[in-house]
């Protein structure tokens, strides 16, 4: 069955640090890739999607590519900020199906 | 746009009691919604998928008879927890999906928190 591997935390940074958080998946088809974060107290919110290979779904300052050749769709962002301290999930699926869900990130940012 | 809510937030219950938990799109309509359960520092497991006017599909593991959906109307489902025992404390938390071009989006409710004592 379909599968979402993402780095497990919890990873630290500074402000105005460079953030990776990888994601691989395995998926029968073509999946939409989605990331959504968490913030605590609060559901779920979408941050980005792709919905094809080498699309680019961008949105706050985060971006992340759907790259089919490394089953993979890593969450950058160039620097950042205490706000974006949340839990970070990375999802595949979309439609008429459920989401399949990593483990979940949770990013710390100190000051 | 697209929000969802879920009510109650928080319900806590004795064991063998049903409890209910309403999941509605504010505005706009999901002819499918879902319910996941989040374990504590996991992940959110899909319990089963739900379309508005037709039986909910279950997800394998996941006792039909014991968490029974609802899907009435366009704006709302009903995920019921029958004779809950404390094992089934845990977050619920539901999404919806838009028709449409939209339609590989979920949006998801706040959850609710259950403890069975």
Same mark, same amino acid.
């Given at each position: ?23 691989? $998946?395995? @998926?029968?088809? $073509?999946?939409?890739?989605?990331? %959504? =974060?968490? #913030? ?12 094809? &290979?080498?699309? /680019? ?8 590519? %759907?790259? /089919? ?12 900020? =205490?706000?974006?301290? &949340?839990? $970070?999930?990375? @999802? ?20 | 746009?697209? =929000? ?14 049903? =409890? ?6 504010? +505005? ?7 319910? %996941?359960?989040?374990?504590? /520092? ?5 319990? &089963? ?6 039986? @909910?599909? #279950? ?28 094992? +089934?404390?845990?977050? $619920? ?13 979920? %949006? ?10």
């Amino acid at each position: 069955g379909d599968s979402v591997t993402q780095m497990e935390g919890p990873v630290t940074l500074s402000e105005e640090a460079f953030l990776t958080i990888n994601c691989t $998946y395995t @998926a029968t088809g $073509y999946p939409s890739l989605f990331w %959504y =974060v968490q #913030y605590p107290g609060e559901g779920l919110q979408l941050l980005l999607k792709a919905t094809k &290979a080498d699309d /680019k779904g961008s949105n706050k300052g985060f971006e992340a590519t %759907y790259r /089919k050749e490394t089953t993979s769709f890593h969450l950058e962002k160039g620097s950042v900020q =205490v706000s974006d301290s &949340a839990v $970070y999930f990375c @999802a595949l699926g979309g439609g008429a199906d459920g989401l399949t869900f990593g483990k979940g990130t949770h990013l710390i940012i100190q000051p | 746009g697209a =929000v969802v809510s879920q009510h109650p937030s928080r319900v806590i219950c004795k064991s063998g009691t049903s =409890v209910k938990i309403e999941c509605r799109s504010l +505005d706009f309509q999901a002819t499918t919604m879902f319910w %996941y359960r989040q374990f504590p /520092k996991q992940s959110l497991m899909l319990m &089963a998928t739900s379309n508005e006017g037709s039986k @909910a599909t #279950y997800e394998q593991g996941v006792e039909k008879d014991k968490f029974l959906i609802n899907h009435a109307s366009l704006t709302l489902s009903t995920l019921t927890v029958t004779s809950a025992h404390p094992e +089934d404390s845990s977050f $619920y938390i539901c999404s919806a999906s838009e028709t449409g071009p939209k339609a590989d989006t979920q %949006y998801f409710g706040p959850g609710t928190r259950l403890t069975v004592l």
